[in-house]
């Protein structure tokens, strides 16, 4: 006998109001700023009162770490798959680039969430800059096995990741202010990635 309960319609419903907050709070904060966007646009674009938000999140702040930590899920979800195909030092390296370049290519308010997450205090910042350290984590787990052929310090394999994740954040954050950037093609955006690995390789 199954010990799995079923869904009932409240619970749909809920799942359903907490998406639809997610999605339009991110294109929002994205859009507006995470500081400047207030609550009650976040739940008219969703299409609730604005007293539902709280019955579902504590505060707009508690409700950002919410969106960078699914971003964030989402982001590791298809970059781990990397690790998995046998490959040489350079093309595990510049596939994980590429993996996060074409991510934050397709979804801009993400690079814009996460860049502006960071400015959070207390509680909320905490968060977000714990769920950025374990992503990084999770990209130097993967690209350790290449730091011998690059001859870099395994002590400083940390920094190889957050270079991965600034640049290729950053490169659509700043693209997005210059109109740049969101048309490239992916071959290009591979070639990106490659040539990360490469300047590492030519200093082996």
């Not at 604005?50 to 970059?79: H, I, P, Q, W």
């Not at 390296?93 to 801009?108: D, I, M, N, T």
């Amino acid at each position: 006998m199954s010990n799995v309960m079923p869904t009932t319609r409240r619970d749909k419903k809920r799942k359903q109001t907490t998406r639809a907050l997610l999605d339009e709070g991110l294109k929002l904060m994205a859009e507006r700023g995470i500081h400047t966007c207030k609550v009650e646009e976040i739940t008219r674009a969703a299409g609730v009162g604005k007293g539902t938000f709280f019955n579902y999140f504590s505060s707009k702040e508690s409700f950002t770490a919410r969106l960078v930590d699914e971003t964030l899920d989402d982001l590791a979800r298809r970059v781990k798959p990397v690790a998995m195909s046998p490959t040489d030092a350079e093309s595990l390296v510049a596939g994980v680039s590429a993996v996060h370049l074409r991510y934050f290519q397709l979804r801009p308010h993400a690079s814009a969430l996460i860049t502006q997450a960071l400015s959070l205090e207390e509680q909320p910042g905490r968060e977000v800059v714990a769920r950025l350290t374990e992503h990084i984590d999770m990209i130097s787990e993967i690209i350790s096995p290449a730091l011998e052929s690059f001859n870099w310090p395994e002590d400083r394999v940390k920094e190889l990741s957050l270079m991965i994740i600034s640049i290729s954040c950053g490169f659509f954050w700043f693209g997005a202010h210059l109109n740049l950037g969101h048309d490239t093609p992916f071959h290009l955006l591979d070639r990106l990635g490659r040539v990360l690995a490469k300047g590492l390789s030519s200093q082996s």
